[in-house]
């Protein structure tokens, strides 16, 4: 009789024990969930903005709005005020948080100039990496110009061609390298962003890079001095093929 009221009352005892620790566990985890969920006001993009958009234009393109802390990376931006003079050195998208990272000094956006020859305009456009040979182009190399257009139904199938021999790469705007890749052989370096290519052409030239960028798809082959030149087919799947 006296074994099993002992008994009865160790198992009292460690149902109480088992319960306290129970509610202390999950007290810490609603406290925990809580911390994570406490809000923090962030600068939220609203509309696309391209690279190189001073700070002093983003403020009528960002809003502040209030994100669970644990959603908040450590360079998210509150406020624009003492980022003044900086510039973007990516493309942002609209709803992605406002980052300090992705904000520079203009001057280290820019990889880059060379004089424009007389009589010569430039055009800037902007491109994915292997568009523009990996990133593997600097200020004052000649490249390549090819713009492709897809199949427009009736009108033909899609098509390619290269519309003009050594074009002069006049600047080169990246972003700088932020994944401790700097100062790396420049094998190992792969550009994460667009970059925006500045060439230098006669007026016809430059027509034919806007109407690719607009109606088209443009590319860059590194085309130097030595290179030789021809007059390319326009190449469809056919031309390939041969």
Known sequence: MKARLLGGI??????VIGTVLLVTYVQNADHRAAQGLEPTNVLVVQEKVPAGTPVESLASVVELEAIPSSAVP???VASLTDLKGKITSVE????????ATRLVEPDELIR???????GLQEV???????RVIGGKVKAGDTVGLFISYESEGENGPAQT????HKMLVTGLQRAPESD?????????????????VTLAGNDRDAAKIVHGSEFGKVWLSKEPAEAKESDPLVFTKEEVYR
């Open 74 to 76: 450590a360079s998210a």
């Open 10 to 15: 160790a198992a009292l005892l460690l149902a």
């Open 180 to 196: 401790g890749t700097t100062g790396q052989d420049d094998a190992t370096t792969v550009p994460q962003d667009s970059l925006l």
């Open 112 to 118: 880059g100039t060379v004089p424009v020859p007389d």
């Open 92 to 99: 942002l998208q609209p709803g992605e948080q406002l980052l």
């Open 124 to 130: 800037t456009v902007q491109l994915e990496p292997q």
């Open 161 to 164: 061609k290269l519309v003009a």
